[in-house]
């Protein structure tokens, strides 16, 4: 499914990263040794893990967009719950669909976003909706390459005069509820 996919790629790429460079903070403090992390949290996952490439990383968007794109679920847009559903985003209190997010000048051009199928959050005792609640869009950065635009020039057409740029790109990956 690639709700999963989606939640366990976002865990395993922001999450778990980050818990290993505080726990790494935390011990140097401990030594009374203070070193700067070398490199940004988000993509440590990258550099760290050789067997790891971009190459991989952009497959792995890209499958997760054709298994969306191939779903055979309903496009259900209502603020329910279906507990009969193994997948997180629809048994979450603030559940949440996906749709594509795509732009061109981006690599990959297709990403799974999150959005939010409640205004409020579900009450767990009623399974109604219950407003004194809000759902909220859960952000993550990606890694992605975007197209580079030279300053009064036409878009070039030859692919191989095309340039990229990494950078990280805030997407939302699910929703949660806030009081």
Not at 4 to 27: G, H, N
Not at 79 to 94: I, K
Not at 112 to 131: H, K, S, V, W, Y
Request: net charge positive; hydrophobic share 35%.
């Amino acid at each position: 499914s690639p709700q999963l996919l989606l939640c366990i790629f976002t865990f395993a790429m922001v999450l778990v990263p980050e818990a290993k460079d505080q726990s790494k903070a935390a011990k140097g403090r401990r030594r009374g040794l203070a070193r700067p992390p070398t490199a940004t949290p988000a993509l440590a996952w990258a550099l760290d893990d050789p067997y790891t490439t971009m190459a991989d990383y952009e497959r792995s968007i890209q499958d997760m967009v054709r298994q969306l794109r191939n779903s055979s679920e309903p496009g259900d847009t209502k603020c329910q719950v279906n507990l009969r559903l193994w997948r997180s985003n629809r048994r979450s209190l603030s559940p949440w669909a996906y749709s594509i997010n795509h732009d061109a000048t981006r690599i990959p051009a297709d990403i799974p976003e999150a959005r939010c199928l409640c205004t409020g959050c579900i009450n767990p005792f009623t399974m109604q909706e219950d407003r004194t609640m809000a759902s909220i869009p859960i952000y993550s950065r990606l890694p992605v390459r975007r197209l580079l635009r030279e300053a009064g020039h036409k878009p070039s057409v030859k692919k191989c005069h095309k340039k990229y740029q990494m950078v990280m790109e805030t997407i939302a990956v699910g929703c949660t509820c806030i009081f």
